[in-house]
């Protein structure tokens, strides 16, 4: 762990993937400073040797090995930004794939370990989605559109899924390897989820194509039988899908309010299981070990820093930590509260409240106002759940509470909730933060005069237009990274960002006025409350430009935002030593409005 003047910050251990011939497993973690390959030799439970991988000095984002062992792929961020790279580390050394092109992300391998599904992205905003011949370099385009990926190949070789579409609206097409000939796959539009694996004769799809919640639907390659629902829920999104070596067994991951559930589910009787899960409320991935006899699964909880645990499957088995770094002593965990927004649609979000001094009849939670920092998350199709945040729990320590709402426009509660943001609805999406506010005065949680609001990418942006729409709600506020001007945003992110983004936020010549009445920076004049404005240096997803824009028209009205550019990062803070002095500023920049603390900031 690293510390910074606030609480420790943990190291991280993510995407754990075990290598075919089960000895050995690699990973993802920061215990160097930023996140990078390790790998480590197998042996029983345990995990042993940690070494970090040659060649892979860029920040990882996934890791993958060939089937036949002979590679591990791995997606890079250089400079943390969206500029990705897909290298494979192999006999003759490391191989970068495409290396000429804008960017290149990591699809899925070939069963005979010898081709690589790869997305190559240019200038044009479509990506070229390949399988690359490992031994020559030479590929074949399956597909080219918004979103392109190789989701699956059969294990005879001859035949592909790949996913395309803009965000909101993914199609799935197989396709003929050999006669070229394309089946669309998720008839009757487009979808939020949108995956896909085979087994021998049959292909198991994951998506919300034509259900409200995502779906495990098996679809017969043979053509003998109809597609059908292998596993849904109307109270719960699924989440992941791992299928186990022989294809016999899927593990299921339950988005319950959340929250997660793990299921394994026997693909010949139909029976599904409860799988008692590792430490942790959130499990964020899932892979079978080789011998099929137990589960890696990564997961994380408020007082869970992410982690790698070994999950048995037989009778009896105990689950164990097999990557771990201690969590903080005494984390506060939060309570899930359901609101309304101003039209009545239920929300839901989490609230952490500072502990009360001990009384005579024990600790007990607070049940006063108190001050209080609404946290927006990204996306906005993402969701806000129950993971480890050092942040939240920093400012709890401080006397801080946090509430971090979902939102319309949220996963996790179904597609419709999900789309219920898009274009012309974002004006009633906006209004959800102010709903949020009005609950936690009205419930007693919140003290009225000293309520923040911030938030990370669309979160930075949801904080500029809550400070500029209703400035009488706010003490302070926090944008991270979020976009001021939807048409900068448009014109200067990455092309293919920029093509996938019009389902959501509408298109930028078509709907160019709504777009700018949605653009904080042309209500700037009505924030007036002091405004902490974090980026990073090689974010190109939104780019700095976004940033620095705020600052700049704020500084000529007279304000003086604080303004925290974090060098050698990109759209999210990844080094440890950058993630500790974070916390420190954000939790120092809120303190003064939100506690009347006279702290000060050193963001410059």
């Known amino acids: 762990m690293v510390a910074g003047e606030g609480d420790l910050i943990p190291y991280s251990y993510t995407d754990a993937v075990p290598a075919p011939d089960g000895t050995s497993l690699a990973w993802v973690s920061d215990v160097s400073g930023r996140p990078r390959a390790w790998t480590g030799t197998v042996d029983g439970l345990a995990v042993d040797g940690h070494r970090p991988v040659p060649g892979l000095d860029d920040d990882v984002q996934a890791l993958s090995w060939s089937p036949d062992g002979r590679w591990l792929a791995?997606?890079?961020?250089?400079?943390?930004?969206?500029?990705?790279?897909?290298?494979?580390?192999?006999?003759?050394g490391p191989v970068d794939i495409a290396p000429a092109a804008r960017a290149v992300t990591l699809g899925a391998w070939s069963p005979g370990g010898w081709r690589l599904g790869v997305t190559i992205l240019g200038d044009d905003g479509d990506g070229q989605a390949c399988l690359v011949d490992v031994r020559d370099g030479t590929s074949t385009?399956?597909?080219?559109?918004?979103?392109?990926?190789?989701?699956?190949?059969s294990g005879d070789g001859r035949r592909a899924v790949v996913r395309l579409g803009r965000r909101g609206a993914r199609e799935l097409e197989l396709v003929d390897l050999r006669s070229g000939l394309r089946t669309p796959l998720l008839p009757g539009g487009g979808a939020v989820v949108a995956d896909a694996r085979f087994d021998r004769y049959r292909l198991y799809v994951h998506t919300d194509a034509g259900h409200d919640r995502p779906v495990l639907l098996a679809v017969d390659l043979r053509g003998?039988?109809?597609?059908?629902?292998?596993?849904?829920?109307?109270?719960a999104d699924l989440d992941i899908v791992a299928l186990d070596p022989d294809a016999a067994r899927v593990t299921l991951v339950w988005n319950v309010d959340g929250r997660s559930e793990l299921e394994l589910l026997d693909l010949r009787s139909g029976r599904a299981e409860p799988v008692t899960a590792p430490p942790g409320d959130v499990v964020t991935s899932v892979a079978f070990t080789r011998d099929g006899r137990g589960l890696l699964v990564g997961g994380e909880g408020p007082a869970v820093p992410p982690r790698i645990s070994h999950v048995p499957l037989w009778p009896g088995g105990t689950a164990g930590a097999l990557l771990a770094d201690p969590g903080p002593a005494d984390p506060v965990e939060p309570d899930l509260q359901h609101f309304t927004g101003e039209d009545g649609l239920a929300l839901s979000g989490w609230l952490f409240r500072p502990r009360a001094t001990p009384g005579p009849a024990g600790p007990r939670r607070l049940h006063r106002p108190v001050p209080v920092l609404v946290w927006l998350h990204g996306g906005p199709e993402a969701q806000e759940r129950p993971v480890f945040q050092p942040l939240f729990q920093a400012l709890v320590a401080a006397g801080i509470a946090v509430f971090a709402p979902n939102v319309r426009g949220s996963a996790g509660y179904g597609r419709a909730f999900v789309a219920a943001d898009d274009g012309p609805r974002r004006h009633v999406a906006i209004t959800d933060v102010r709903a949020a506010v009005r609950f936690l005065v009205d419930s007693g949680h919140a003290d009225p005069d000293r309520v923040g609001v911030g938030g990370?990418?669309?979160?930075?942006?949801?904080?500029?237009?809550?400070?500029?729409?209703?400035?009488?709600?706010f003490a302070v506020g926090v944008d991270v990274c979020g976009m001021s001007d939807l048409h900068t945003f448009?014109?200067?992110?990455?092309?293919?960002?920029?093509?996938?983004?019009?389902?959501?936020?509408?298109?930028?010549?078509?709907?160019a006025a709504l777009l700018r009445e949605l653009s904080p920076l042309h209500r700037v004049d009505a924030i007036t409350a002091p405004l902490l404005v974090v980026h990073g240096e090689h974010d190109t997803n939104v780019p700095l430009g976004e940033a620095r824009q705020i600052v700049q028209a704020l500084r000529e009205r007279g304000r003086t935002p604080g303004f925290l550019l974090f060098d050698g990062e990109g759209h999210e803070v990844r080094g440890v030593e950058n993630r500790a002095?974070?916390?420190?500023e954000v939790v120092r920049w809120v303190s003064g409005p939100l506690l009347g603390a006279d702290l000060g900031s050193r963001a410059g």
């Open 74 to 92: 791995a997606q890079l961020a250089p400079g943390g930004g969206e500029r990705t790279r897909v290298r494979l580390i192999g006999p003759d």
């Open 141 to 153: 385009v399956l597909a080219a559109g918004p979103a392109a990926r190789v989701c699956a190949v």
């Open 224 to 235: 003998r039988s109809a597609t059908r629902v292998v596993a849904g829920r109307e109270d």
């Open 456 to 473: 990370r990418s669309y979160g930075g942006y949801l904080t500029l237009v809550a400070l500029a729409w209703f400035p009488e709600l």
């Open 490 to 511: 448009y014109r200067d992110t990455e092309p293919w960002i920029a093509t996938a983004a019009t389902t959501e936020y509408g298109d930028p010549v078509d709907d």
């Open 581 to 584: 002095r974070f916390v420190d």
